[in-house]
């Protein structure tokens, strides 16, 4: 009739459930981001402007 303590603890642990396994169960999964191609290219940094070194090691915009 009686249980055993670590039976009891078992039976006990099925009912009430920790905080990290609610918290387990609660997370949603993440869309993938979607980006445009414009996106893309600011991200890279094509659209930014070009330094060149000239003559002299001074630099110049183009």
């Known amino acids: 009739m009686n249980r055993s303590l670590s039976e009891q603890l078992i039976a006990w642990k099925k009912l009430h459930p920790t905080e990290k396994q609610t918290k387990l169960k609660k997370k949603k999964e993440k869309k993938p981001e ?29």
């Open 34 to 62: 979607k980006f445009t191609e414009q996106d893309i290219r600011e991200l890279m940094g094509t659209n930014g402007p070009r330094y060149v070194r000239k003559k002299g090691g001074a630099f110049i915009q183009r």
